[in-house]
């Protein structure tokens, strides 16, 4: 029973009722699986830093003027890789002007428009399980249809359709997720103020999509200008000593190139020197593609938020 107050004392508050926080388990836990997040991304860091430590040590005494804008000569002892320089660049930019309307225009499709039922959700499981498809596989799909039946031989226009499919899954699974992204009522509001579906997809959606779309290019970009076995069958020439004059030109890359250098030839320690140097300005090459494409992710995501 609560004692009455006497007249004029005043009656005492209650205890205050303790809360009961996380336990003591459930923080240890917590400080665990943060820890071990830490120690993985430490880990990455420190595996990426050695690769580019390696090549680099290995590369970099190669790479100068000379190296830079002229082919190779002397059976690839000397000379440069200008055009496995030039031929990266338009396969590259050849994959990425084929994959990225495609990829972006079907994400729109089965995030905007698509029927909901098993055939939509049949088709994404089907583009999810083609990004996990090997490369070589793309690499003799290119060789039947674009090489062989469509006749565009071993050409840049083949070889950039080859590695534009390759990038498709990519770039699809990207754009999904950053349409899904964008909130409901920025589609709501848009079609309230009499807009039709299509202006507000135009208008509203895709610009507050456009930096996670951008995070699937960049993915693509890294993946295609590194990859051998596409172009091996449907683009990549051994040796040239000029440059490419049309969409359907054998092409010199730079995966080939480096591949070349190692597989081939009589002066390995010197093929060596110059493979590590190709590799050293592949990556710089794919990483000066990237951080374009972050920095323009950055302002756009930065004028959507504001």
């Known amino acids: 029973m609560i004692a009455a107050a006497l007249p004029g004392q005043v ?13 003591r ?12 997040l830490g120690a993985c991304m430490l880990a990455n860091i420190l595996f990426l830093g050695a690769i580019l430590f390696f090549i680099a040590a290995k590369g970099l005494s190669v790479i100068n003027w000379e190296f830079l804008t002229q082919a190779p000569r002397d059976s690839m002892t000397a000379g ?8 990266t660049f338009y396969l590259t930019l050849g994959a990425m002007l084929i994959a990225l309307p495609l990829g972006v225009a079907c994400a729109v499709y089965l995030t905007e428009y698509s029927p909901k039922g098993w055939v939509v959700n049949l088709l994404r499981v089907s583009i999810n399980n083609l990004a996990g498809v090997p490369s070589v596989v793309f690499g003799l799909f290119g060789l039947t249809v674009f090489v062989k039946y469509f006749g565009f031989g071993v050409s840049i226009l083949s070889g950039s359709l080859t590695l ?8 699809i699974s990207a754009s999904q997720e950053a349409l899904v992204a964008v909130p409901q ?6 079609l309230a103020l009499g807009a039709t579906q299509w202006e ?14 951008l995070t699937g290019v960049i993915l693509s970009v890294g993946r295609v200008a590194g990859e051998t076995a596409p172009i091996l069958f449907t683009a990549a020439a051994f040796y040239m000593k000029g440059y490419p004059s049309s969409p359907f030109s054998e092409v010199m890359a730079l995966p080939y190139h480096i591949y070349a250098l190692m597989t081939e030839g009589t002066h ?13 300005l592949l990556l710089a090459l794919v990483l000066g593609v990237s951080l ?15």
């Open 292 to 306: 374009i494409a972050i920095v323009i992710r950055q302002r756009q995501r930065k004028v959507y938020h504001a």
């Open 200 to 213: 507000t997809v135009r208008k509203v959606v895709l610009p507050a999509a456009l930096p996670g779309i």
């Open 80 to 87: 440069g890789v200008a055009p496995a320089i030039v031929g």
């Open 268 to 280: 390995p320690e010197i093929q060596t020197r110059i493979a590590y140097g190709s590799s050293l």
């Open 185 to 190: 009522s920025i589609r709501e509001a848009s």
């Open 25 to 36: 388990r459930r923080s240890l836990v917590q400080k665990m699986g943060f820890a071990a």
């Open 164 to 171: 534009g499919i390759l990038a498709l899954p990519v770039i």
């Open 11 to 23: 009656p005492a508050a209650p205890a205050a009722r303790r809360i009961p926080g996380p336990s």
